[in-house]
Structures are given as structure tokens and as C-alpha cells.
């Protein structure tokens, strides 16, 4: 699967990465898959990038404080920062950002056992490194391949 993100979005994460560090930093990401999306989206060499119809288009990213109790190692989002996300943007909202200060950029064993649904993309950002995952069913992530616009 295929993720298109651009230059501004990808250093937006960097930077509440970097601005969060010793906690994690943590938010939605509000886009498309381009299966639901109307074609216009996507045209010229882009378009011939893509092969999946399920790859997807972020528009946005939503941060959200970090509630967790230990927020050095984990991200919690909070019940009103969901609802608010969610009316705001519908049937918007694809998925999760989140940093690793002390980790890889790769999905913890906390992530998988929090992973329920599928086809929610996460973000982990991890110093310099941002990665991008799909999760493909309960508690299974794959990684995503990122274009950058």
C-alpha cells in the first residue's frame, strides 16, 4: 500500500516529534483512501504511482494532548479529543500519528495489543525516521510504502 504525504505534513510530524521529546507526541490523521475518494485527487505521474485501490491520502493531521499516565513511553488519546476529532471530520479520520523518543520507528508491543481495527494507518515517528503502517487485521500492521508531494 501506498501513502501520499507531503514535504509540509511530513515536517509538521517531525516537529511535534522533536518539540514533545521526552514524551511521545500523539494525534489523527485525517485523509482518504483513494478507493473512496473522487479521482480528481490524484492525476498526472502521481497517479501512475499508484496500484492499490485501497492506497490513501493524507490531507491533515489533528495533534491531540497525550493522557497517558506514562506518556514517556505510551500515547493515549482522550475521550473529548476523539469526539471532537470525529465531528469535526466524519468519515475523515484514517488513523494515528505518535512518537517513539526512546524507540524505533516501529509499532511497540503496546501498539499491536491497541491495534483493533483494520485499515487504520499509523504514523511512528522516531528521531529523524517517519514510518508509516497499516493495520491489516487485529493486532497485524504492514508496513506502508510513502510518497512525498
Wanted: with cysteine; glycine share 4%.
Amino acid at each position: 500500500m501506498k501513502v501520499i504525504i507531503s514535504q509540509v505534513l511530513l515536517d509538521t510530524l517531525q516537529q511535534a516529534a522533536a518539540t514533545a521529546t521526552p514524551l511521545e507526541c500523539c494525534g489523527f490523521i485525517v485523509g482518504d483512501f483513494l478507493a473512496m475518494s473522487p479521482p480528481f485527487k490524484v492525476k498526472g505521474e502521481l497517479e501512475k504511482k499508484l496500484t492499490f485501490l485501497n492506497d490513501a491520502f493524507i490531507e491533515d493531521l489533528i495533534p491531540t494532548p497525550n493522557v497517558s499516565p506514562t506518556p514517556q513511553t505510551h500515547f493515549e488519546i482522550g475521550p473529548a479529543a476523539l469526539v471532537a476529532a470525529h465531528r469535526a471530520n466524519r468519515n475523515r479520520l484514517i488513523g494515528y500519528y505518535h512518537s517513539h523518543p526512546s524507540r524505533d520507528a516501529e509499532p511497540s508491543l503496546t501498539d499491536i495489543a491497541h491495534a483493533h481495527a483494520t485499515n487504520t494507518l499509523w504514523i511512528i515517528i522516531a528521531g529523524k525516521i517517519t514510518r508509516v503502517f497499516i493495520t491489516m487485521a487485529p493486532h497485524r500492521f504492514a508496513e506502508c510504502e510513502i510518497i512525498v508531494t
